[in-house]
């Protein structure tokens, strides 16, 4: 497969890279899907920048937050 987003500069193919799912469960998908989207769709719209990598890290550390309580919400019920 190839990099969608090697025009861009490296930090923020770099860090774009991290919000892939596909390898995830089918339930935790579901959570971590949107946060790409959106990720995708700032990286359509704004310049390569500081903010944007700041962004998209901060939007990654949501996600993953998000994850983990998924996954905690899972663990309560088994």
Do not use: N, W
């Not at 860090?15 to 892939?20: E, G, P, R, S, T």
């Amino acid at each position: 497969m190839s990099d969608p987003y090697t025009d861009r500069h490296p930090g923020t193919a770099h860090i774009a890279k991290f919000f892939a799912y596909a390898h995830l469960p089918e339930h935790l998908q579901a959570v971590s899907r949107p946060f790409q989207e959106l990720a995708d769709q700032m990286i359509s719209v704004l310049p390569d920048g500081p903010e944007l990598t700041a962004g998209l890290r901060k939007l990654l550390e949501a996600k993953d937050c998000m994850v983990r309580a998924a996954l905690d919400a899972q663990q309560e019920r088994v």
